[in-house]
């Protein structure tokens, strides 16, 4: 019997051929005779690629070349030129345009928009709704509350966030907008409050808002700028940063990869000033958890601290810091996971921070949260081996701590098993 292998395309096709022959072969010992060699080659091929690789066996150097670095490298690539390609048109049409500020917002709000619908296409219109509806909040809103122009920005902005995650749009769609909704809010917030404070005056005009909204160097992966340092870039060399990892390495890439993907990686075009978006070293080695939390990603700890943070002091210093974390849940999102870790990070380091200042005040030793400057009125400073080793204390604690909390990102069943059954103290 002879076989037509332009229709049998994959290994469960050749499968059914098997069972075909089987079926109309009268001599089971010439079954084999019937099925192609080629079949097993594809059935070979079809089983290399379709059952998920063991997360907990060892990849060898190939695998991690084709798997990790080779796709990574070509993910990243296709993610970043774009946006570099934008930013690098924005700074030259600033200098050819040099004294035409409306020019210059033009260019911006033209290529802010060209770079969202690359990454989101239609989804885009979340984050442009979004911008339009706090526009509208921080211009004619003025006749109910006139002096709470940063309360009713963000209570708009986290309303519209709440009701778009739950009710409106799809998870996979607002996954895929999130991190860019969260700019735009920090934005919205921030530019409310400085005109709440006077630092900023009147409210922008439209093309100035819309500028800085969408320029091409922070819509898309932040980090967040203030419309201070805005108007204060006069070169308009904007920094693309803070690339989530996540948008980089999908999850078809190697373990090790995956686990990883959370780092923050930085890229820039230029800029007029330094800008740090990340500290690394203190975040893989902190002094305490709240080095992490500050150097993590700094433009959004300076966003927390002044319009969060310092806007709740007057409730308390406890429940300023549990509402500065809560505000950083919502805008990372409505998820179990991160909110219980950002949460645990703000109350454990409350905790690390009050005992440590005791401890400091007690022994008049260097053994604070932050590190002392070079010239503190302590008598026991960092040299010595008494200080040093109660540092490096806090130092593995943080450490094991951040490890700890770590476990709620793993997707394994294995230790969602482990987390939901056996330690549901991670929630305080």
């Not at 990883?260 to 002094?287: D, K, N, Q, S, T």
């Not at 870790?341 to 007690?362: D, Q």
């Not at 450490?399 to 098993?417: P, R």
């Amino acid at each position: 019997m002879e076989w037509d292998y332009d229709d049998y395309g994959d290994a469960g096709d050749a499968a059914m051929m098997y069972d075909d022959a089987a079926m109309y072969d009268d001599d089971d010992n010439d079954v084999e005779g019937y099925f192609p060699e080629d079949a097993y080659l594809m059935e070979e091929e079809y089983l290399r690629y379709a059952i998920p690789h063991d997360p907990h066996q060892a990849l060898n150097f190939s695998e991690v070349l084709d798997q990790c670095v080779r796709s990574s490298l070509t993910d990243a690539f296709r993610f970043t030129f774009p946006l570099i390609g934008l930013c690098l048109t924005l700074y030259v049409s600033s200098l050819m345009g040099q004294g035409f500020d409306a020019y210059i917002h033009i260019v911006a709000i033209v290529c802010g928009m060209s770079g969202l619908y690359y990454f989101f296409h239609y989804n885009m219109v979340y984050i442009v709704f979004l911008s339009v509806l706090g526009y509208l909040a921080l211009v004619f809103g003025d006749r109910w509350l006139p002096q709470g122009r940063g309360i009713r920005v963000a209570a708009i902005c986290a309303l519209y966030l709440i009701t778009c995650e739950l009710y409106v749009a799809e998870a996979t769609t607002w996954h895929q907008v999130r991190g860019a909704q969260m700019i735009m809010v920090m934005k919205l917030v921030s530019l409310a409050f400085d005109v709440d404070h006077g630092t900023v005056g009147a409210p922008p005009g439209t093309l100035e808002y819309a500028g800085y909204m969408y320029n091409a160097g922070t819509v898309v992966f932040g980090p967040w700028i203030s419309f201070r340092e805005y108007k204060r870039i006069t070169c308009v060399i904007f920094p693309i940063g803070q690339l989530e990892a996540s948008k980089i390495i999908p999850d078809r890439q190697c373990t090790v990869a995956r686990e990883r993907r959370g780092a923050i990686c930085c890229f820039y075009v230029g800029h007029c000033r330094e800008m740090a978006v990340a500290r690394p070293y203190h975040v893989e080695l902190p002094r305490s958890l709240v080095e992490v939390v500050t150097n993590w990603n700094v433009p959004m700890h300076n966003w927390l601290k002044t319009y969060v943070f310092k806007t709740t002091r007057p409730l308390g210093t406890f429940a300023a810091v549990l509402l500065t974390y809560a505000a950083s849940s919502l805008l990372h999102g409505l998820n179990f996971q991160l909110s219980a870790v950002l949460l645990s990070l703000g109350f454990y380091s409350y905790i690390e921070h009050v005992l440590r200042e005791k401890l400091s005040r007690y022994f008049d030793a260097c053994v604070l949260a932050r590190k002392c400057k070079p010239d503190c009125r302590h008598a026991n400073k960092q040299q010595d081996p008494r200080v040093f080793l109660v540092n490096l204390g806090f130092t593995v604690i943080s450490v094991w701590h951040l490890a700890y909390l770590g476990l709620m990102f793993d997707s394994s069943s294995e230790v969602e098993e482990k987390v939901s059954h056996s330690d549901k103290s991670l929630v305080v």
